[in-house]
């Protein structure tokens, strides 16, 4: 164990090197346990890329070339065609057996901040259902909890947090008792941080006289922290072969689907995605291409608006697949992406942020009012290009996509906020009970003329419903929890 002075000179040296000498320029003034965790945050960067990044994405910004030869990716239709019906159910199938047998995984990214909703605590403990106010992390939790009893196999659920939220996120699983599940097949682990670099000094920023102004290094960050968190030698030690991999956001996401699992295995693909057809043309969605053959995403921003709008000659958006971060991803091609020779890093993006930090001369916190730091993240659809074969499957947008980004603006439905998401909810759980013949009251223009929330316990699949006692009709303005 080297004493808190050598790790001091190597941190100063690192320091030194990557011209970032500020950072310790107060050690002397720090108590111990200052000091320690100091050289705690220091040791946890690596200061060469961060070096290497301050050039390439700091002093400039970086320009995105569109790549040649970019072409829409092809996809597996929710609907299949007649000729493919028996590969779609072959694929549910082999995807119901994969679960029933251990080998998947499910997997939810919760690093992130959650600037755009504001809520004081870790994302997944907002509530988000429209009767219930279930929180997140519970909304999961009831979907495993229904996929358990379904597939008749316990199903590992692997939860990556950031250093930020990890504390609070395990408390609120100790104090919900796991939501029911064994905590034995919970594991939470988290991220790794990149630290926020003024734009104008080049410098990294402090929080505090001893920590460092630090962030979450990107839902890519997941791709590295499965592997050194252990989770993948877990995941080995229990069989699991497939992760699927979901964001914390989306209170309805089918964490587990047997349908896009089995097509993924079935095709030997070491990462595939889910997509929805984008409903216009600049959708800030993540558009899948191919280039090269190989799969991409090109994000909204980076699409330049003659590709975004062509339309093929059904009057279809040529480029219409886009990305809602669902994925199936091999055990194994995590693995191979860790202990590669060459190492492994995805590319890093650059965002300008308003960053609060420690001035020394002033001896206070800065708040400022426009953007002054430059965060650096990795994206994990990034991967997709390192993949030698990588499917797409569309979902159904009622089905799985509520998320929850913004918060609520009073007197409108925000996009992609609460209210959209409880909305979303309510008419999916419409659709549903329609399909098992129950009268559902809707307005004039269609919307439903209710309150719905359908457990996931109850149902994950509308035919679960047969399983259960259902109204003939639900009433105009009313409540209906099932
Ligand atoms: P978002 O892109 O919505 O970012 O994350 P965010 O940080 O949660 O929210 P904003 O932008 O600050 O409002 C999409 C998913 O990726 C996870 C998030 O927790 C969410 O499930 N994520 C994001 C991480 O796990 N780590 C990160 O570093 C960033």
Redesign the pocket.
């Known amino acids: 164990m080297p004493t808190l002075d050598e790790r001091h000179a190597a941190a100063q040296t690192a320091l030194n090197a990557a011209g970032q000498s500020h950072v310790l320029a107060h050690y002397d003034a720090l108590t111990e346990a200052q000091r320690t965790a100091l050289l705690a945050e220091v040791e946890g960067i690596d200061w060469p890329e961060v070096t290497r990044l301050i050039e390439t994405h700091v002093k400039q910004k970086p320009v995105f070339a569109i790549p040649e030869g970019l072409e829409p990716a092809p996809w597996y239709p929710h609907t299949p065609p007649d000729r493919d019906k028996p590969r779609y159910a072959q694929a549910r199938t082999h995807g119901e057996t994969l679960i029933a047998e251990g080998k998947v995984a499910a997997f939810t ?9 504001g809520w004081d605590g870790p ?1 997944g403990t907002f509530p988000a259902t429209p009767i219930r106010g279930l929180p997140l992390f519970a909304c999961f939790a009831e979907y495993l909890q229904k996929a358990e009893e379904k597939y008749g196999a316990p199903v590992p659920w692997y939860v ?1 947090t ?1 250093p930020i939220n990890d504390a609070p996120t395990r408390a609120f699983f100790e104090e919900h008792h796991h939501f029911g599940l064994d905590p034995a097949n919970v594991m939470i682990f988290p ?1 790794a941080m990149m630290p926020a670099i003024d734009m104008a000094t080049h410098r990294v920023l402090l929080k505090s006289p001893h920590a460092l102004a630090l962030s ?4 890519g ?2 791709l590295k922290a499965l592997w050194t968190s252990g989770a993948i030698a877990d995941m080995k030690k229990r069989g699991v072969e497939q992760i699927s991999y979901s ?3 989306n209170p309805i996401v089918r964490m587990l689907d047997p349908l896009f699992i089995g097509l993924h295995a079935l095709d030997h693909a070491q990462m595939s995605s889910k997509m929805l057809p984008k409903a216009f043309p600049k959708e800030k969605l993540g558009n899948f291409c191919l280039v090269k053959g190989k799969m991409t995403v090109i994000e909204y921003s980076n699409l330049p608006d003659a590709l975004a709008e062509q339309r093929t000659d059904d009057g279809e958006l040529r480029f219409r697949a886009g990305s809602i ?1 669902l994925h199936a991803i091999r055990t194994d091609f995590v693995e191979t992406l860790n202990t590669g020779a060459d190492g492994f890093s995805l590319p890093f993006n650059r965002a300008e942020k308003k960053v609060a930090h420690w001035d020394h001369a002033a001896q206070q916190t800065v708040t400022p009012d426009t953007p002054n730091a430059v965060k650096l ?1 990795t994206f994990v659809f990034d991967a997709l290009p390192m993949t030698d074969a990588s499917i797409i499957y569309e979902t159904d947008r009622v089905d799985e996509f509520g998320p929850i ?1 913004n918060a609520d603006v009073p007197g409108t439905v925000e996009t992609d906020s609460p209210a959209s998401s409880k909305q979303l909810q309510t008419e999916r759980a419409a659709r549903w009970l329609e399909s098992r013949g129950v009268t559902v009251p809707r307005t004039a223009d269609g919307v439903v003329d209710a309150t719905l929330e359908i457990k996931q316990t109850t149902a994950i699949y509308p035919e679960d419903l047969a399983e259960i006692d259902l109204p003939n009709a639900v009433a105009a303005g009313s409540e209906l929890l099932l």
């Open positions: 990214v919760a690093g992130g901040q959650g600037t755009r909703l994302k990556m950031s991220q979450p290094n990107g839902h960050g997941s964001q914390v956001d971060a993240e980004k």
